[in-house]
């Protein structure tokens, strides 16, 4: 992503105009105005023109991020998606169901002609990947680091990777997804985690999937600190009450900040050792990569005050 990483990112029905207009205040880091899921096809014309009407209003001077999570390629409307918005200039689209890297080259390809048409510099609009709602899709991840090394120029818009659950278990016909004590049943951990590892391998943002039982907010936290801590960068929100419990975990606590100002400074002092101590604690790279991101997450500077 560009800047900090994304903490929440909140899905947003595109016809709604009293949804698209409250979400403007709920805190999340970018918002996801929707024309898949949330909106029938009937309703797709009147959807299309509200978040572009959006985006025009909003986009430039938003302290947020604006994307568009468009229909799938294979479904036949993303080109009238992309089309009927770009003009917004959103800070990327998010798709839905991909099969594979191929999609991606495919989706790439197409928006380079598209903004080239709208007088958009090519490359600015980023990707967003949903990238196990279809057997295929997830069985395809772990080829996209080299396909990426290949296919450098759809590969730079690549800002991140996410998963979902609720698409890949209707095309399993899977009916329990969590085990009586919320944890997720094997093949659903294999899809996060996949998703996880191929966005590390790729250096591109990985982001959690929905919690999907709104009212639920102590779950949300134990999904949410569960997320951060094994690696996700940020977390989907599917209503704003969600909004400020993944910001609030996804935010360094001020003793990690401290501890990451004090490993930065502690490389500086080495003078560019790849080795140095602190606290009697052998530190190297890993730390300082760590200490990095805490302060990026945090929108912080990595220099001490």
């Known amino acids: 992503m560009n800047g900090a ?26 918002l996801i105005l929707d024309l898949e899921d949330s909106v029938s096809p009937e309703r797709l014309p009147v959807a299309r023109a509200q978040v572009l009407e959006f985006l025009q209003a909003h986009a430039a001077g938003a302290r947020l991020q604006i994307w568009v999570r468009v229909n799938s390629l294979s479904g036949g409307r993303l080109y009238e998606d992309v089309t009927a918005v770009i003009a917004g200039r959103p800070a990327g689209l998010v798709l839905p169901k991909v099969d594979g890297y191929p999609d991606i080259e495919r989706i790439a390809l197409t928006l380079e002609a598209i903004e080239a048409g709208h007088g958009i510099a090519v490359g600015t609009t980023s990707l967003l990947v949903i ?66 590892l191929t966005a590390a391998a790729l250096g591109i943002q990985p982001i959690d999937g929905v919690f ?9 936290r134990r999904d949410a600190e569960r997320s951060r ?60 990569l760590l200490a990095r991101r805490l302060l990026a997450t945090a929108r912080l500077p990595e220099s001490t005050p």
């Open 212 to 220: 999907v039982d709104v009212r639920d907010a102590q779950g949300l």
């Open 131 to 196: 990238g196990t709602e279809t057997p295929a899709g997830l069985l395809a991840l772990p080829s996209y680091p080299q396909a990426a090394a290949v296919h450098r120029a759809s590969a730079r818009r690549l800002a991140g990777l996410t998963w979902g659950m609720e698409d890949l278990s209707a095309a399993l016909g899977a009916r329990v997804k969590r085990d009586p004590g919320g944890a997720l049943r094997p093949t659903f951990e294999h899809a996060r985690t996949t998703c996880l």
């Open 5 to 30: 990483p994304l903490r929440s990112l909140l899905f947003v029905p595109g016809d709604s105009e009293r949804k698209l207009a409250k979400a403007l205040e709920c805190g999340a880091d970018a």
């Open 229 to 288: 801590e094994d690696g996700f960068a940020g977390k989907l929100a599917i209503h704003p009450d969600q909004v400020d419990v993944i910001n609030e975990v996804f935010t360094p606590s001020a003793q990690e900040l401290e501890w990451a100002r004090r490993v930065i400074a502690a490389f500086e002092a080495a003078g560019g050792a790849g080795v140095t101590v602190l606290d009697g604690q052998m530190i190297d790279r890993p730390h300082w």
